[in-house]
């Protein structure tokens, strides 16, 4: 079967990504897909390179300009991970956009402490200087903090109220 990650399929770099995303260690992975598929497969260290790529896409993603989106509507929500190793869990700042031809853009992905003022307010302002333009409405919980941040930042924009119980899974389905 494969050997190396460079003759890795698509299906199966997806699913090292899923699994590192939910957690597993890179040897973790290395040894369930070894007894999954009865075979070893990849060594520890092709993980390794294809999660640091997936790093390394991440960060990029994190400081490319966003001059070129067109955003007319953008959603804002924060969905909280467990973390396995501590048994807390983390909230993660999902922002999203509605392009005016159609296309759906993950703008942002932000770890922060909570729905506050001020990390909401730390996220926000990143995406205006990557040169987010103002958007025609914005979507939200009803989170105090963030739609004050949403109110300072964009008070040109309606500010709208998730409809849906999971507002990021819709959103993704649509």
């Not at 079967?1 to 899923?18: C, F, P, Q, S, Y």
């Not at 506050?116 to 990143?126: A, F, M």
Request: glycine share 6%; aromatic share 8%.
């Amino acid at each position: 079967m494969w050997t190396n990650l460079a003759k890795t399929g698509d299906r199966l770099k997806t699913l090292i990504v899923e699994m590192f995303v939910g957690e597993m260690s890179q040897r973790d992975i290395a040894m369930a897909l070894a007894k999954a598929l009865g075979q070893f497969v990849l060594s520890k260290s092709s993980v390794s390179a294809l999660t640091a790529t997936l790093s390394q896409e991440y960060e990029a993603s994190r400081a490319r300009d966003l001059s070129g989106y067109d955003v007319a509507y953008l959603f804002i929500d924060m969905v909280y991970k467990p973390l396995r190793r501590w048994g807390s869990k983390t909230g993660v700042l999902c922002v999203w956009g509605l392009c005016i031809d159609g296309r759906k853009v993950l703008l942002s992905l932000a770890t922060t402490n909570g729905e506050s003022y001020e990390s909401c307010l730390e996220v926000l302002r990143d995406l205006i200087k990557r040169g987010l333009q103002t958007p025609v409405t914005i979507t939200t919980d009803g989170a105090p903090g963030l739609c004050k941040v949403v109110d300072a930042m964009w008070p040109r924009s309606l500010r709208i109220r998730w409809w849906f119980h999971n507002p990021m899974r819709a959103l993704r389905q649509s």
